[in-house]
């Protein structure tokens, strides 16, 4: 069967996104630094970035879809007409809406009734590829506390934030082995491998 | 010139000891889990263990010479007569006391005058040796912010404490570059270059 994956990059002391995140800053401050490692080492982390978009599947938050932003009808996502996962996205919302098609094979389907079955639909459309929990924070860790993610991957930037939103605030009785590390000078790579 | 080190074990969400810690529990509840790699897994994780105690000098903080009890004139550590550091160990407190010689080469020297003062005791008495801070996470802390640690080498166990000591709470401007990573199915071994 297919795995859920989850990829997320946090700073130092535990933080996806710095304090104070609005429309200019979706990171908060101090955030862009969290992801130096994919744009100015491309090619040194070409790996890890490819397995950030190998899924078959995308489950993410409204709030990554939307940002902190109102919801509106029209929003078409942060991506551009040619999003990068080429794949159907399942966007957990309570707002109902009809999916999104757009170019690339990319299809945004909104899912208002949880996360369960928001992942039984990943994992239909996924077929024997991977499902991705593409984010945001609240997102991974509502499925980290469920019990629904096989591997973390962690991409651990040589940053302190000081403050901002924690990954693994709240997340309880979760089992983990590190099967795999390795890094650059931006950026220190671990697979978690999820006990159940 | 000789280095400043100071190793660190800490869990997957920034804690060096677990929530409630007593004289029962130093580490806190959970937190011995933070260990098992240096008591399940001493040959793999030999180097790294073999690195914590191969400096010339130590410096410590109080509470990790006296833990969190009433400090006593006849209180000689948590270590035995024959404490594994066989060097000098500086503790930092405010009650001078006279120095305390141990078997095999340790002997505790009481410093009541500031981390700086310290940090020069321990490099005279070093040589051409490392310092290292040897903990507790408080005054790994005040040579952090003080920007006076060289390598920091985190020793990041897959656990979740979810409540506890932060290590790098309140830690601001550190700079860091990871040098060095490994570990085993127990622990991630990083080694942060501190920049600055």
């Given at each position: 069967?297919?795995?859920?994956?989850?990829?997320?990059?946090?700073?130092?002391?535990?933080?996806?996104?710095?304090?104070?995140?609005?429309?200019?800053?979706?990171?908060?401050?101090?955030?862009?630094?969290?992801?130096?490692?994919?744009?100015?080492?491309?090619?040194?982390?070409?790996?890890?970035?490819?397995?950030?978009l190998?899924?078959?599947?995308?489950?993410?938050?409204?709030?990554?879809?939307?940002?902190?932003?109102?919801?509106?009808?029209?929003?078409?996502g942060?991506w551009g007409e040619e999003p990068p996962y080429h794949a159907p996205v399942?966007?957990?919302?309570?707002?109902?809406?009809?999916?999104?098609l757009m170019q690339g094979g990319t299809t945004f389907?909104?899912?208002?009734?949880?996360?369960?079955?928001?992942?039984?639909?990943?994992?239909?459309?996924?077929?024997?590829?991977?499902?991705?929990?593409?984010?945001?924070?609240?997102?991974?860790?509502?499925?980290?506390?469920?019990?629904?993610?096989?591997?973390?991957?962690?991409?651990?930037?040589?940053?302190?934030?000081?403050?901002?939103?924690?990954?693994?605030?709240?997340?309880?009785?979760?089992?983990?082995?590190?099967?795999?590390?390795?890094?650059?000078?931006?950026?220190?790579?671990?697979?978690?491998?999820?006990?159940?």
């Open positions: 069967m297919s795995r859920v994956t989850c990829d997320l990059t946090i700073s130092l002391d535990g933080f996806v996104a710095g304090p104070n995140q609005s429309l200019e800053e979706p990171l908060g401050a101090g955030g862009k630094n969290l992801h130096r490692w994919q744009f100015e080492e491309p090619e040194a982390n070409a790996a890890e970035r490819a397995g950030i190998a899924a078959g599947a995308y489950i993410m938050g409204r709030n990554m879809f939307a940002g902190p932003g109102a919801w509106a009808e029209e929003w078409r942060w399942f966007v957990l919302t309570h707002s109902p809406r009809r999916p999104l389907n909104f899912v208002s009734d949880g996360i369960e079955s928001a992942l039984a639909q990943a994992r239909e459309a996924a077929g024997s590829k991977d499902v991705a929990i593409a984010g945001g924070a609240q997102t991974a860790r509502q499925y980290l506390s469920a019990g629904l993610v096989d591997e973390l991957r962690l991409h651990i930037a040589p940053v302190v934030l000081g403050a901002g939103e924690r990954l693994l605030d709240g997340v309880a009785n979760l089992k983990l082995v590190p099967t795999e590390v390795g890094g650059t000078r931006l950026v220190t790579h671990v697979r978690y491998q999820v006990v159940r």
